[in-house]
């Protein structure tokens, strides 16, 4: 008698802690679940915030290496709200690149040009394009370049080229507008090193 009511325990406390095990892990499960819902957007919104700053960054940096062309020209061939197009040496070659930032989309795209022919010249040559960051919200009334000239004034359009003594960039990155948080403002500047040393000799 006393056997058999012990192993009726058992057998319940068993069922008992199957049960509860079943119960907790269900529990976790849903909590994991949960967490990695909540936190995906904020995990996406912080890659898409480190991209932006790192492409302005690099952006920046290509641009205080402007210099005049292998062909002769300006260093800034031209210069819009979406866009940006300089010769630089951007990756110590001893070869001027023609390097155009430009906005398509809410993506931010880098092309590089090298120079050819035995006269150098950029026409006819192809252009390898890298996506820089995307994710780029700017609207109109936050133009993705601005434009300073030497007194620390802001330059209207359109743009005289030869007035351009730094450049500005600001970049509004959101994975998902329709949430929050709201838009990241990333922004840097380069001084046009090369075009101010010519200036000043």
């Known amino acids: 008698m006393h056997s058999s009511l012990s192993r009726g325990l058992t057998l319940i406390e068993t069922i008992v802690v199957v049960a509860l095990t079943a119960f907790i892990l269900i529990v976790l499960s849903s909590l994991i679940q949960y967490f990695y819902k909540t936190n995906a957007y904020t995990l996406q919104q912080s890659q898409a915030v480190n991209s ?29 709200t979406s866009s940006v197009t300089f010769f630089a040496d951007t990756d110590n070659s001893g070869t001027v690149e023609k390097v155009r930032y430009y906005l398509s989309g809410t993506t931010l795209y880098r092309g590089n040009t090298p120079p ?67 838009v990241y403002t990333l922004s840097g500047s380069a001084t046009l090193r090369n075009i101010h040393n010519m200036n000043t000799q």
Do not use: C, K, W
Request: glycine share 8%; hydrophobic share 35%; aromatic share 6%.
């Open 52 to 80: 932006a700053r790192t492409s302005i960054e690099h952006a920046m940096t290509d641009l205080r290496e402007a210099s005049y062309g292998a062909d002769g020209s300006y260093p800034v061939l031209s210069a819009a």
């Open 116 to 182: 050819g022919g035995d006269s150098p010249s950029y026409d006819g040559q192809t252009e390898a394009t890298t996506l820089v960051v995307n994710n780029i919200r700017n609207g109109s009334s936050t133009p993705l370049f601005t434009y300073i000239d030497a007194d620390g004034n802001q330059l209207v359009a359109p743009i005289n080229i030869a007035s351009i003594a730094s450049v500005r960039t600001t970049v509004l990155t959101d994975v998902d507008p329709n949430r929050a948080p709201l």
